[in-house]
């Protein structure tokens, strides 16, 4: 199959413009009335704006009029371009807003009123707030540019009222040479002089906030440890860990002891209790062993001689003298326990204690911390202030050494007889080539929204196999009784095309003699296709059988209009029939049909073995063609399996409804099995579709058709 390398084939200019004048042809009408739509639209909105006035007053900035830099002799002959843009920014300030404002009287104007009126009332509850709240509305309105690279700028304001927008503008460049520029050399100078004394003052104050902070750590034993070279808290922090972690040692080896101590005592308390087993006693494990040695001497003296016997008092004499051994050994090693847990404890008393004092002395040290924290905050703060001041001091040197010059007002605003937008000629424009865009892009959509095979080049590029035929739409319960009753019908005429196109002409005919039908999902009409073209090589003189392979859907009775026989392809495949039982004639001179009885549905696949080739083998050797109408090929194994057994597969599909994607899916899915389309059928072509012409070559082809 070609379709990997149709893809990755570019476009042609040419076949990209064609695609493009045939989706606007066929969706011109669309394309008419949302660029109509969009352009009425777009011209009310214009019409609908308010008219607008932009005036302009022009100020020139003159380097040769700078007062301080006369005084001094070194008159600059030019300024940056960075002071003529701060010079432009200056223009922005609310302050020289408010100056216009209170200039104009513009709080009592009901324009500005209106303007403000939808402000929240606490911001404009009094004259001050109301006055910065029509600055700040002046400001949004106001342009200031220079023109080109002189020493000129434009203060233009732009105003519904024409003369009001004159006057903004004057009065904007009027104040700003009254306020901005004529104090700034004297103020920059002034500042200077401030600066220097304050830096000398803040200087001092620094050195000595500095000196304190430093006492007072010293004073404090505030010291930092060092850890591998870093800082790890103060001496007596690090000392605090180490202490507490020997005290948890001490404590557990105390509860150790007191506990070995309990447990002895309590075993000692029971009656017949053994205490070495608690103590591991080797000198009470001894005596242990000692009076049991002695107990059964006992016994057995008892019981030869008697309790009264001398014998038997003399061992009892020896058994107390044991006990009384165990007694004091046991005693001894209860004292040495004692002894053990109450030294424990006062090592964990003697450690508690030293840690309480460690704990004390960081306590009053974390308290000088936060007092020599607060030393350094504020020598930094100092220090910061000292930096700030400084870098005002440098900007307010240079402000006094390269100050600006003087500004003069070089031309008036003038009241604007046009107002300056809308441009309303260019706003249609602009509709009416947003209204073409956003038609183009709404048609764009609808085009890509739709997946289905229209044309040929969807076919032959997108699929990359050949177009074996476009089917017109035919509507009845059975189409293919259309060859029969309308053979020189167009919809008969596309199915020798088909049969052309699959066998060749009688000059060059194909050796395909079995021919699979099939299609992607169900529906596509594939069974009405298979029978229609199986009539169409029966008429035309071939000896034709069409073998339905369809067994789950079992409907070539319903398109042929035939009955099945008393059996079919199921008994065949299960061994039940014959081939000669199962063929039946279709009422079409030269076309059999071999069909379901019913449809039949099992977990085996009844292709797979070896009847169905013996089957195919045979009656290769009866007919000309044999024409195999399978099962859909995705979802379903059947057709893939029966597509081995032919010549030649079509892929049939419905025009503008089977997606393009699953098309090619199925493709896919037969070459996978080792497989080829020869070629696809689009079914139920409507007659307008481009795919025949868009009806316009159909009608010059009537005389050549009977419907």
């Known amino acids: 199959m070609e379709i990997a390398v149709a893809n990755q084939n570019e476009p042609k200019l040419g076949e990209v413009l064609r695609n493009a004048i045939n989706t606007v042809r066929r969706r011109w009408k669309m394309l008419a009335i949302v660029t109509a739509i969009v352009f009425a639209l777009g011209t009310l909105l214009t019409f609908m704006m308010t008219p607008q006035y932009f005036a302009s007053a022009r100020v020139r900035i003159d380097p040769s009029r700078d007062p301080v830099a006369s005084q001094n002799g070194t008159v600059n002959a030019a300024l940056s371009d960075e002071a003529i843009e701060t010079e432009v920014s200056a223009f922005y300030s609310l302050d020289l807003a408010r100056a216009v404002v209170r200039d104009l009287d513009l709080a009592d104007v009901p324009q500005f009123q209106e303007a403000i009126a939808d402000m929240p009332p606490e911001r404009i509850s009094s004259p001050e707030d109301r006055e910065t709240a029509i600055a700040s509305y002046l400001l949004d309105n106001l342009g200031v540019f220079r023109e080109n690279q002189t020493y000129v700028l434009g203060v233009g304001y732009e105003n519904a009222d024409r003369i009001k927008a004159a006057e903004i503008a004057n009065s904007f460049a009027d104040n700003y040479i009254k306020g901005a520029v004529g104090t700034r050399t004297s103020v920059a100078a002034s500042q200077a002089e401030w600066y220097q004394e304050q830096l000398a003052e803040l200087g001092a104050q620094v050195t000595a906030a500095d000196a304190a902070a430093a006492?007072?750590?010293?004073?404090?034993?505030?010291?930092?440890?060092?850890?591998?070279?870093?800082?790890?808290?103060?001496?007596?922090?690090?000392?605090?860990?180490?202490?507490s972690g020997i005290l948890a040692e001490a404590e557990s080896f105390a509860a150790q002891a007191r506990a070995n101590y309990q447990t002895a005592r309590s075993q000692v308390g029971r009656p017949g209790a053994s205490v070495s087993e608690v103590l591991q006693s080797q000198t009470i494990s001894n005596l242990r062993v000692q009076r049991g040695a002695i107990l059964d001497t006992k016994a057995d003296i008892e019981a030869r001689y008697g309790a009264m016997h001398p014998e038997s008092i003399k061992i009892q004499e020896q058994l107390r003298g044991v006990d009384q051994e165990i007694n004091q050994e046991t005693n001894r090693i209860l004292t040495a326990l004692s002894a053990t847990a109450s030294a424990a404890d006062a090592r964990v008393s003697s450690l508690r204690n030293s840690l309480g004092q460690l704990e004390n002395d960081r306590a009053s040290q974390t308290r000088a911390g936060v007092i020599a924290d607060s030393l350094d905050r504020e020598a930094q703060a100092k220090r910061a202030l000292y930096e700030q001041l400084t870098e005002e001091s440098l900007k307010a040197t240079q402000a006094a050494s390269n100050s600006l010059a003087s500004a003069t007002i070089v031309d008036m605003a003038r009241p604007p007889e046009k107002p300056s937008k809308p441009n309303k000629p260019l706003f249609m424009i602009f509709a009416l080539i947003a209204g073409l865009g956003i038609g183009i892009g709404f048609i764009a959509i609808q085009e890509s929204l739709s997946s289905g095979i229209r044309t040929n080049e969807d076919v032959e590029d997108r699929l990359g196999v050949p177009l074996l035929a476009a089917v017109p739409q035919v509507t009845g319960k059975t189409p293919a009784d259309t060859l029969v009753t309308h053979p020189t019908s167009f919809y008969a005429e596309a199915f020798r095309i088909a049969r052309t196109s699959l066998l060749g002409t009688a000059d060059n005919r194909s050796t395909v003699s079995v021919i699979a039908i099939t299609s992607a999902l169900p529906g596509e009409g594939k069974t009405t296709t298979s029978v229609a073209f199986a009539r169409t090589l029966a008429m035309a003189g071939s000896r034709t059988l069409l073998l339905e392979c369809d067994i789950r859907r079992a409907t070539v009775q319903l398109s042929s209009g035939v009955s099945p026989g008393a059996k079919g392809l199921v008994e065949y495949l299960t061994a039940d029939a014959t081939a000669d039982d199962t063929i039946v004639a279709s009422g079409t001179e030269g076309l059999d049909l071999l069909m379901?009885?019913?449809?039949?549905?099992?977990?085996?696949?009844?292709?797979?073995?070896?009847?169905?080739?013996?089957?195919?083998?045979?009656?290769?050797?009866?007919?000309?063609?044999?024409?195999?109408?399978?099962?859909?090929?995705?979802?379903?194994?059947?057709?893939?399996?029966?597509?081995?057994?032919?010549?030649?597969?079509?892929?049939?599909?419905?025009?503008?409804?089977?997606p393009i994607p699953v098309v090619q899916k199925a493709l896919e899915a037969?070459?996978?099995?080792?497989?080829?389309?020869?070629?696809?059928?689009?079914?139920?072509?409507?007659?307008?579709?481009?795919?025949?012409?868009?009806?316009?070559?159909?009608?010059?082809?009537?005389?050549?058709?009977q419907q």
Do not use: C
């Open 215 to 243: 006492r007072f750590r010293i004073e404090n034993r505030l010291s930092q440890g060092q850890n591998d070279g870093f800082s790890s808290g103060t001496i007596i922090d690090q000392q605090v860990a180490p202490l």
């Open 670 to 705: 037969l070459e996978a099995s080792g497989h080829e389309a020869s070629g696809i059928i689009v079914n139920a072509v409507a007659e307008s579709s481009e795919l025949l012409g868009g009806g316009y070559y159909l009608r010059r082809y009537s005389q050549y058709y």
């Open 596 to 658: 379901v009885r019913s449809p039949y549905f099992s977990s085996a696949n009844l292709f797979e073995n070896e009847r169905m080739g013996q089957l195919i083998d045979q009656m290769r050797q009866r007919y000309d063609h044999i024409v195999l109408d399978l099962p859909p090929i995705l979802g379903l194994a059947d057709g893939r399996t029966l597509a081995g057994f032919s010549d030649a597969v079509a892929v049939v599909a419905r025009w503008d409804e089977t």
